[in-house]
C-alpha cells in the first residue's frame, strides 16, 4: 500500500474513532456520565478525542513507515578493483557486507547516523 493511501486510511480511521468514541459516551451504557445533556455531550467529546488521539499516534506511526528506513549495502571486489558505497540519510538499521579478494579495496559509509548491526560474516 502507498504512502499517501496509508494517510488516507489513518485520517479516516480517526474519524470514524472519533465518531464511535462520541456515541459510546452519549449512549453511556453504565450511567457514569451526567445527568445533564451539555455536560454528556462534553464528556462523550473528550473521550471520543482520546480514542481519536491514540488511533492517530497508532495509524501516523504506521503510515509513516514504522521504525524508520532500513540501509543494506553489499559489495564483493576482487583482482585490483575498489568499490566506495555511501548510503544516504535513513535513520534505520545500517546492514553491511563487503568481500574483497585479492588487491582489491571495499569502502561502505553509512551516512545520517544510522545505527549500524554487526557482520556476521567479519570473523573469517
Given amino acids: ?6 494517510w488516507v486510511v489513518v485520517v479516516g480511521g480517526t474519524g470514524v474513532a472519533f465518531l464511535i468514541g462520541f456515541r459510546l459516551g452519549v449512549w453511556d451504557p ?7 445533556d451539555s455536560d454528556r455531550v462534553s464528556a462523550a467529546a473528550g473521550f ?3 480514542m481519536a488521539a491514540v488511533c492517530a499516534l497508532v495509524g501516523g506511526w504506521w503510515a509513516g513507515g514504522g521504525e524508520g528506513d ?3 549495502q553489499r ?3 576482487s583482482g585490483t578493483s575498489r568499490v ?3 548510503g544516504g540519510g535513513g535513520s534505520g538499521p545500517v546492514d553491511q557486507v563487503a568481500r574483497a579478494d ?3 579495496r571495499v569502502q561502505q559509509t553509512a551516512a545520517g547516523g544510522g545505527e549500524q548491526q554487526p557482520d ?3 570473523a573469517r
Avoid at 500500500?1 to 496509508?6: D, E, F
Avoid at 453504565?30 to 445533564?36: A, I, N, Q, R, S
Fill in 102 to 104: 585479492g588487491d582489491s
Fill in 84 to 86: 566506495t558505497q555511501t
Fill in 75 to 77: 559489495a564483493r571486489a
Fill in 70 to 72: 532500513s540501509l543494506r
Fill in 30 to 36: 453504565f450511567g457514569w456520565l451526567p445527568e445533564k
Fill in 1 to 6: 500500500m502507498s504512502r499517501p493511501l496509508r
Fill in 120 to 122: 556476521p560474516d567479519a
Fill in 48 to 50: 471520543g478525542g482520546a
